[in-house]
């Protein structure tokens, strides 16, 4: 998609520059001196776009400490981005400091006289807008009318937009993000359409939120952000990864540099939700039947293949041509990709066909690697894009400067104590009380840090129970969960009553 050039510091994005990486410091933005060597860790891995949590004044205000002490220790050239929530006045005051300001529809109070300031001020700083939606943090007036939805997304993004464009402030770039794949993908698409036709050519910034850490935490970006990439969307990204920040930089490089090859190699892509294709099945493969791994093929699928009743497709072929009305199985045979770049490069091949529920079957090749590790590798994408829950999925946020207790240390703690658990669970492990319980989205029960080693457990949207120590909250949620499950199997629960 061809858009204009926006300056953010010394980094111009759009406009047909590289695609540009950045990322977000998780430590508090009144601490300069942590701040400042975050910054240095995140540019000496390739990044020159941080952002900072900025929740009131006083941190706006600090960005001028640590833009001075920044640019001392010689990291002149990353630019600062002020990440602002439920606070107009911060978003002004860091319109006075920061080289961008993001702001979110969904709770920075309309887009009426402190956006319309608020636009003044950054066109007299020189300064970016970033109108970040968030699938979780919609305003009530847009979920009323049109639900939490792609197309909700897109239209609080457009009311701030066609504001923007009113006022002639052009320095703006959008992004559309969910921990939901599949809505991701989806809103953007529906943004880039939409803002085609109003004649807009604002950069994307792509992300998928929550994603969690890991390999499972890189797939998931890189189906989401793979996707839109190949289809020429996206002007900067950033994959959000619950570990130290500087960790989210190397996938994204790779993912860059992945598609400066494969760049318009797919077509622009008109699906706006989700419909399984439905087709002829053969065996037990097919006929809109949930995605298969190749070794789970029955006889009779297989010697579908052989007969040509299954079409076996690369990525590639199956993203140019229209499908077929048979079952696809979707291979693809990797020579010389490290083991790292593996999973970040099927994810991006492979995802777009399951994000559409387009394709049936998977099967990634690699002769140097056993294919029960692979098939693996398959699972985390069919899972990443929704088509298939084969484990316990966990969304957890990157964490910021409004993190308050070891969140990376919570997960991997909630993990070991859930994963048991098996398929189709959703398990979200969010840093702060603000923003945590909207960013979770659809998780079927979370865990909030409240801050001074207390956690608040959820039931989808429902406090369950607040101020739990944190080392207990594993285990508490544990119960909670197991508690559920016996209610559900029609057993008297014994943790109900403490969970009121
Ligand atoms: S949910 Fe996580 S990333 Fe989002 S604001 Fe809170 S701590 Fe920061």
Redesign the pocket.
């Known amino acids: 998609m061809e858009t204009i050039k926006v300056k953010i510091g010394r980094t111009i994005i759009g406009g047909g520059q590289p695609v540009a990486v950045q990322s ?1 410091l ?1 430590c508090s933005t009144m601490d300069t001196a942590a701040c400042v060597e975050q910054i240095g860790r995140l540019r000496e891995a390739g990044c020159r776009i941080v952002r900072l ?1 900025v929740q009131g004044v006083r941190e706006a205000e600090n960005l001028a400490n640590i833009r001075a002490a920044a640019w001392d220790a010689g990291y002149g050239d990353v630019a600062l981005v002020a ?1 602002v ?1 439920f606070a107009p006045k911060a978003a002004l005051a860091a319109a006075e400091h920061a080289d961008k300001v993001r702001i979110n529809p969904g709770n920075f109070g309309g887009a009426g006289a402190d956006f319309m300031e608020l636009i003044e001020k950054c066109r007299q700083h020189g300064v970016a807008l970033r109108i970040g939606v968030n699938h979780g943090s919609l305003s009530p007036h847009v979920v009323e009318r049109w639900g939490d939805t792609p197309r909700g997304m897109v239209e609080s993004a457009m009311e701030y937009l066609r504001v923007c464009r009113k006022q002639g402030f052009d320095q703006v770039v959008v992004s559309m993000k969910s921990s939901n794949v599949r809505v991701m993908v989806h809103a953007y698409r529906l943004l880039a359409a939409t803002m085609r036709v109003e004649w807009m050519r604002y950069p994307l910034h792509l992300g998928v ?2 994603a969690g850490d890991g390999v499972e935490g890189r797939v998931r970006s890189a189906v989401g952000i793979g996707t839109l990439l190949g289809e020429g969307l996206g002007d900067t990204i950033r994959v ?1 990864l619950t570990e130290p920040p500087e960790n989210e930089i190397a996938p994204a490089l790779a993912l860059v540099a992945y598609f400066k090859m494969r760049r318009g190699r797919s077509k622009p892509c008109g699906i706006y939700e989700y419909r399984r294709r439905e087709t002829t099945p053969v065996g037990n493969i097919g006929g809109g039947r949930t995605p298969l791994l190749y070794s789970e093929l029955d006889s009779e699928a297989r010697s579908g293949i052989r007969k040509g009743r299954i079409a076996m497709l690369s990525p590639d072929e199956f993203n140019k041509a229209d499908p077929p009305v048979r079952p696809v199985v979707l291979y693809k045979k990797y020579v010389r990709t490290s083991p790292e770049m593996l999973p970040i490069k099927a994810a991006a091949d492979f995802g777009a066909a399951f994000v559409d529920g387009l394709a049936d079957g998977i099967r990634i090749e690699k002769r140097d690697t056993p294919q029960s590790e692979l098939d693996a590798i398959a699972l985390m994408i069919l899972q990443a894009a929704r088509a298939r829950m084969s484990h316990t999925e966990y969304i957890a ?7 308050r207790y070891d ?1 990376q240390g919570a997960l991997a703690e909630v993990r070991r104590r859930t994963s048991h658990l098996g398929g189709g669970l959703r398990i979200a492990v ?7 319980p909207g ?2 989205a659809d998780a079927d029960y979370g865990y ?2 409240e801050g001074a080693g207390r956690v608040t457990i959820y039931r989808g949207r429902e406090v369950v129970l607040r101020g739990v120590p944190q080392s207990e909250a594993a285990d508490v949620l544990l119960e909670v969960i197991e508690a559920d499950a016996r209610v559900q199997n029609g057993v008297t629960p014994t943790v109900a009553n403490d969970a009121q």
């Not at 946020?397 to 993190?403: A, Q, S």
């Not at 969010?430 to 945590?436: A, E, H, P, Q, T």
């Open positions: 977000m998780d949590a990440d929530h939120t929550e959000s946020c990157p964490g910021c400067g409004r993190t969140l969010m840093g702060c009380i603000v923003n945590g960013e979770m909030v840090g």
